[in-house]
């Protein structure tokens, strides 16, 4: 039998890489330095991070400064520059990991399925033909080929950083 090791996961498990009751990832990351939160860039209006519990290598997520739950609430600069953001993190993702697919969505409330619901953020997110395989339809369980760390550092340049 072959093991799969996982030690990033033990944060995760612990609640260790989870803002603190009451307080909200976004702005948390807003706050710190951007190597903590793993922000790769930020704008006059937005921040773009990586997603701490990704779904694929490269799963990042776009969040206004502004602790807003809905798009309407945004100002009009916060919502071009997101969808100019989602471009660059496109094109970004395209050159550096070359992946089949991207997809770009957000979840608006809880009951849409919003993680954080009370901050809305856009996830851009590559994907490959057959990445959804037998150890996340069968085992529940994702298997990534590098670390937050290494992504970071692999992304961290291409947003000028």
């Known amino acids: 039998m072959e093991h799969l090791w996982t030690p990033w996961r033990s944060t995760y ?3 260790t890489d989870r803002p603190q009751e009451g307080q909200c990832l ?7 330095p ?5 922000v ?19 799963h990042l997520m776009i969040a206004p400064f502004a602790h807003v739950s809905r798009l309407q609430a945004m100002e009009q600069a916060a919502r071009i520059e997101m969808m100019d953001l989602a471009c660059q993190c496109e094109r970004i993702l395209e050159s550096v990991y070359h992946p089949d697919g991207l997809n770009l969505g957000m979840n608006l409330g ?4 919003a993680g954080i619901a009370g901050h809305l953020h856009l996830h851009v997110l590559p994907r490959w033909t057959g990445d959804a395989n037998f ?8 298997v990534m080929p590098e670390s ?6 692999k992304l961290r340049p291409a947003f000028g950083g």
């Open 13 to 15: 498990v612990a609640g």
């Open 26 to 32: 976004f702005c948390v990351a807003a706050a710190r």
């Open 34 to 38: 951007d190597a903590e939160n793993y």
């Open 40 to 58: 790769l860039h930020r704008g006059q209006c937005n921040l773009v991070m990586l997603n701490l519990f990704p779904y694929t290598s490269g």
């Open 110 to 113: 809880e009951a849409a399925g």
């Open 135 to 142: 150890m996340t339809t069968v085992g529940h369980t994702r």
């Open 148 to 153: 937050i760390a290494q992504t970071y550092e």
